[in-house]
């Protein structure tokens, strides 16, 4: 097993094995020190030339950097060293020589483009700005987690091979499936809806979606994280209370939890948990609003969609996150609740951050006869959704439920300027690997 002590936990007095990689060694003639990193931290070790056993001093001395080491020695205390310690080392072991090409500078001294980070993404986050994303990353998912078992709802996991899309066709992956044409899930709706309607009633999931979005964008992956939510016997307000929820709870684990992180990051001082609830503005208020901002060309007029500029314009006024409620039927998606009484209005929602567009969501058609009429005026087939529309013959409550971007939720959390530093291989138009 792991024996070693992490840098970060070496106390002055022990005698301890750390091990890490060699992030700098700094010789300056009769003492030389060895920079060692490991996922805690770092600690300086001592080479004193003529204090020393020649061999472990030359050891130490031949190590390229991002070599991967073990050192036992004594932990002492020093105030000349970066964190008042240092190990003087009896023994140093390579378990791994790094070349002394590397492709990318985890110290950070050079600057690397994102595409040369990407193409090495360990020795990417061995750098401790890229640790931190992923550390948070995980944190917000933790936090998620926990906030959707506080609303009562069971995580659940649905295939992502399947025989329909639900997000537009146009951006379906297909692929081949024993002979049959199948394709790679681009959101888990069918699916969450379908446990929604047994005795489960309530659910969330954390799982990947596939989209062959043509853009090329700073805010769309082919393949990013959805974290879904449906409950039966909710509606729209009661989805957008969960999502609030949520939302707010990754912010307080993070701000929690995750102090060093921050730091790291250059963020800890201005970073703020989003007060609850958030506003909530109908499709009307928000482009009257926008329109006022006077910031696009040509007014917008109901029926459209929000164009980026707008989204941006609104978010400048707005200054937080909020939700864009009643939104016009025709742009909503056929599994969209329409309101009973204006047939022309849906029950459908976004969850907006100033930067972008986090969520989409909103009560369901639970009415199989509605659903049906839904599927034909967005011209697709209800037969090909048979495994779907036939549960709602057999007794489907309301319910409502959301999909928020995960990889979104942690760029704009962080102020990360592309969606791609929240994942750890993306998968773009030109990325297929790593
Ligand atoms: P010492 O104070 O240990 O006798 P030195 O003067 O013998 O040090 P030098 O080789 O002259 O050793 O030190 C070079 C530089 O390294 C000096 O600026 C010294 O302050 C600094 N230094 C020496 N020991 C340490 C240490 N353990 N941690 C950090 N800096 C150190
Ligand atoms: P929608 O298609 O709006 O809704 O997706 C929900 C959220 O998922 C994120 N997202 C993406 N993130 C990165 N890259 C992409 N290509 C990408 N596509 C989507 C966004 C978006 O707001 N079934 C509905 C949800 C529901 O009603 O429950 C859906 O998928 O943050």
């Known amino acids: 097993m792991d024996e070693r002590t992490y840098t970060a936990d070496a106390e002055p007095g022990q005698t301890a094995t750390v091990a890490g990689w060699v992030h700098e060694i700094r010789d300056l003639g009769g003492i030389a020190f060895l920079i060692l990193r490991d996922t805690s931290g770092r600690i300086q070790i001592k080479l004193e030339k003529d204090e020393m056993d020649d061999e472990l001093v030359e050891t130490g001395l031949d190590l390229s950097r991002e070599s991967v080491v073990t050192v036992t020695g004594d932990v002492k205390e020093e105030p000349r060293a970066p964190t008042d310690v240092e190990v003087v080392p009896e023994s140093i072991e390579v378990l791994s020589a790094a070349d002394t090409e590397l492709p990318l500078d985890p110290t950070e001294k050079v600057d690397a483009e994102l595409s040369t980070r990407l193409d090495n993404r360990t020795l990417d986050l061995r750098r401790e700005a890229g640790q931190a994303v992923f550390e948070i990353r995980s ?39 024993f002979g049959q044409e199948a394709f790679m899930n681009q959101s888990p709706q069918l699916f969450k809806q379908l446990v929604a309607g047994s005795n489960v009633e309530r659910v969330f999931e954390i799982g990947p979606i596939f989209r062959a979005e043509e853009h090329n964008t700073p805010r769309h992956l082919n393949e990013a994280t959805s974290i879904d939510f449906e409950g039966a016997f909710c509606d729209h307000h009661d989805a957008m209370d969960v999502c609030e929820d949520v939302v707010a709870a990754a912010y307080e684990a993070v701000a929690e939890n995750c102090e060093a992180q921050l730091e790291a990051l250059g963020i800890a001082e201005e970073f703020t948990v989003p007060e609850t609830p958030f506003p909530r503005l109908s499709y009307e208020e928000a482009i009257e609003r926008i329109n006022a901002t006077g910031e696009l060309d040509e007014q917008l007029v109901w029926g459209d969609d929000l164009p980026t500029e707008g989204e941006r314009a609104l978010g400048d006024d707005v200054g937080g996150h909020y939700f864009i409620t009643d939104w ?35 009560q369901r058609e639970h009415r199989r006869e509605q659903l049906i009429e839904g599927f034909e005026a967005q011209g697709l087939d209800p037969e090909a959704f048979e495994y779907y529309t036939k549960v709602f013959k057999y007794g489907m409550p309301p319910h409502a439920g959301w999909g928020l971007g995960g990889e979104r939720l942690v760029m704009t959390m962080l102020d990360l300027d592309n969606i791609r530093e929240a994942v750890l291989f993306p998968r773009d138009r030109q990325r297929l690997s790593p």
């Open 139 to 177: 944190e917000v998912l933790r936090a998620a987690r926990e906030a959707f078992r506080a609303a009562d709802a069971t995580e659940i996991n649905t295939p992502k091979i399947v025989a329909t899309g639900t997000e537009g066709g146009t951006e379906l992956f297909p692929i081949t499936y």
């Open 328 to 362: 016009p039927a025709e742009i909503k998606p056929f599994y969209i609740m329409d309101h009973d009484d204006d047939e022309t209005l849906s029950t459908g929602f976004d969850m907006m951050h100033p930067r972008m567009e986090l969520v989409s969501g909103g």
